[in-house]
């Protein structure tokens, strides 16, 4: 059995030969430095680090890392509209995206944090006047029908595209600033529905471009909207059916029209309030499975979701075992979680997000050789 | 003054009207620490509450808290030179190398809805100026939030610096934040971790005996 014989089957909710795995992706990757400390950890040259991600610093980690850990997934991007240029300023460590939203890294920061952003009055009359990006631009899909041919063709992997922007609600707090939403949220319903409304069809208008290329070549399209904290919903579970979620459908809608595609969604914290609604609006995958948060017990999860939905992650409790556990325990933790969300397949392991720097490289290490021994199947057999 | 009209005003998050409102009942004789007292500080209990009960989220606690800071506003210039009745003085600060902000600036508010005086020692705070918050005035409760698990060390090296600096004593520690745990908070000496803002009242509270 190839890794795209057996991502397919675990999405189809079967039991392959083993647990896929999915390390390196977008959602799935490691910092740089913890990335540095890996190869330095394993013997390997630590001269080339590609970047994949820059407000993330994360890297596309090497084909021999992948194999090493029995990565079974590739992703690709679409590519940055052609009259974007991409200028990191020196002096002040920010950059600005082609929505004018401004990232900062502070200093000694692992990563950029977001800085600034263009809708500053929170007025329906600014955001009319306010001009998105070009959704349709061709040049973000220039080639890439036939680099997800080539992925599909050169590859025995399960082939995934990467979304370049987040949700809905991600990208109306990426343009608007997350307190200032917030607020708007609690006094200004409408600015936010019409918000939501003007991000959602920009998302129709890309993957719509973007599908129209790739979708016959690709097995998972990936999207992204948090809707958890560390202890439940970070805003009012009416607020999200009644603005985000009939928005996920009405995108989730196009892309199935598009593809055969699975439907991934990357959704962090503690989301138990709202997976049955998550399911509703067309979502196939869920990821990264946070059980480091509150209601996330992963046999509780299975148990109630499991014909319905896709564990994408799940591979260990970032907070506590991970940076700071030993590779006992992360062998151990890694152990409990297969056990509880891989019987009958709909399971794919992979880190509860990208790995960060104070995570030891024979933890890493341990993970994935847990990922794979005891992900065989039959599970705990 | 109609304490009711206040403390409702602050529960839409209608700073407005909570302006007009304080205003008003300065101005027919009430004092600043009556209006604290009877509207406000009753107001944030509830809002306290209402998060709880997931009646409330951060939204609606955000736009309380504004509307609670603008009948502050008004009636801060009015107690200068007044003898202090906060129930204690917190010196509050996210950690050195962590920018966020959002969950220390609401513990902030809810903690001043409850009547304590603040100092906000903003974000990315290094451990020196930890120390020297403390060395400047005399407080109760020092808060430290981090929302990575990136930073917490810095938590324990402010922790470190404190007991160096022989500031440990008579002053309880309160910790916050995503990754936060009562285990790390225990782990780190810390006198009390608090999971939301709601909590890190209760819990600040108890830490100054008047819980």
């Known amino acids: ?24 992706g977008l959602v799935t990757s490691l910092h740089h430095e913890a990335y540095r400390n890996l190869l330095l950890y394993l013997g390997l040259p630590t001269d080339d680090i590609p970047i994949m991600d820059t407000f993330q610093q994360i890297v596309d980690p090497a084909p021999a890392v992948k194999d090493m850990f029995h990565a079974d997934v590739v992703g690709f991007f679409p590519h940055d509209a052609a009259d974007f240029e991409f200028k990191l300023d020196p002096e002040t460590d920010s950059f600005v995206d082609e929505w004018g939203v401004v990232y900062r890294r502070p200093p000694g920061g692992y990563w950029y944090d977001l800085a600034g952003h263009p809708l500053q009055e929170g007025t329906i009359e600014e955001l009319k006047n306010f001009q998105f990006p070009d ?44 307190e200032a939403l917030f607020m708007d949220m609690a006094d200004n319903r409408a600015y936010v529905e019409a918000l939501a409304e003007r991000v959602l069809e920009w ?26 904290g560390q202890h439940g919903p970070l805003f009012s579970p009416d607020l999200y059916r009644e603005v985000y979620k009939l928005r996920h459908r009405r995108l989730t809608d196009l892309i199935h029209q598009k593809t055969d595609a699975k439907i991934f969604l990357h959704c ?83 880190t509860i997000h990208n790995i960060q720097p104070d995570v030891p490289p024979d933890n890493i290490v341990a993970l994935f050789e847990a990922a794979h021994e005891y992900g065989q199947y039959p599970i705990g057999g | ?44 209990a ?32 009015l107690m200068v030179g007044e003898q202090s009745t906060a129930v204690g003085r917190v010196a509050m600060g996210t950690v050195q190398g962590d920018m966020h902000d959002l969950g220390k600036n609401l513990v902030c508010t809810m903690l001043e809805g409850a009547g304590f005086e603040i100092v906000d020692l903003g974000a990315d705070v290094a451990p020196e100026k930890f120390v020297a918050a403390l060395q400047q005035a005399k407080t109760d409760i020092v808060g430290m939030s981090a929302l990575m698990t990136t930073t917490m060390p810095a938590m324990e090296r402010t922790m ?19 990754p936060l745990s009562q285990e790390y908070c225990d782990e780190i000496g810390a006198n009390g971790y608090a999971p939301d803002a709601s909590a890190a009242v209760r819990k600040a509270s108890e830490l100054v005996g008047a819980g």
């Open chain 2, 46 to 77: 509830e809002v306290g509450a209402r998060f709880e009960r997931a009646e409330f989220f951060v939204p609606e606690m955000l736009i309380a808290s504004r509307a609670m800071q603008a009948g502050l506003g008004v009636l801060r210039p």
């Open chain 1, 268 to 350: 962090c914290g503690s989301i138990y309030w709202a997976l049955s609604d998550i399911i509703e609006s067309g979502v196939d995958i869920i990821n990264p499975v946070q059980v480091s948060a509150r209601d996330m017990e992963t046999d509780r999860l299975k148990r109630e979701f499991g014909r319905d939905i896709v564990f994408w992650g799940g591979g260990a409790d970032p907070i506590r075992v991970l940076p700071f556990g030993t590779p006992r325990d992360v062998k151990e933790e890694a152990r409990r979680r297969i056990n509880d969300l891989a019987p009958g397949g709909g399971f794919v392991f992979g």
């Open chain 2, 1 to 44: 003054m109609d304490v009711r009209e206040i403390y409702d005003a602050v529960l839409r998050g209608d700073g407005t009207s909570v302006e007009t409102l304080v205003k008003q009942a300065v101005a027919e004789g009430a004092t600043p620490q009556q209006v604290i007292a009877e509207s406000l500080v009753p107001a944030m």
């Open chain 2, 160 to 178: 470190k610096a404190l007991a160096k600096a022989g500031l440990l004593d008579g002053v309880k520690v309160l910790v916050g934040g995503a």
């Open chain 1, 1 to 24: 059995m190839n890794s795209r014989e057996r991502v397919l089957l675990a999405l189809d909710h079967q039991e392959p030969d083993r647990v896929p795995i999915d390390f390196g």
């Open chain 1, 135 to 178: 959704a349709g631009d061709p040049s973000r899909v220039k080639g890439l029908a036939d680099e997800a041919k080539r992925l599909l063709e050169e590859t025995d992997k399960a082939v995934m595209i990467h979304a370049p922007i987040g949700g809905v609600f991600e990208q109306s707090y990426w343009l608007r600033g997350l």
């Open chain 1, 203 to 228: 998302l129709l208008e890309f993957w719509s471009l973007v599908l129209d290329e790739v979708g016959p070549s690709v097995h998972v399209v990936e999207l992204s909207d948090d809707l958890g």
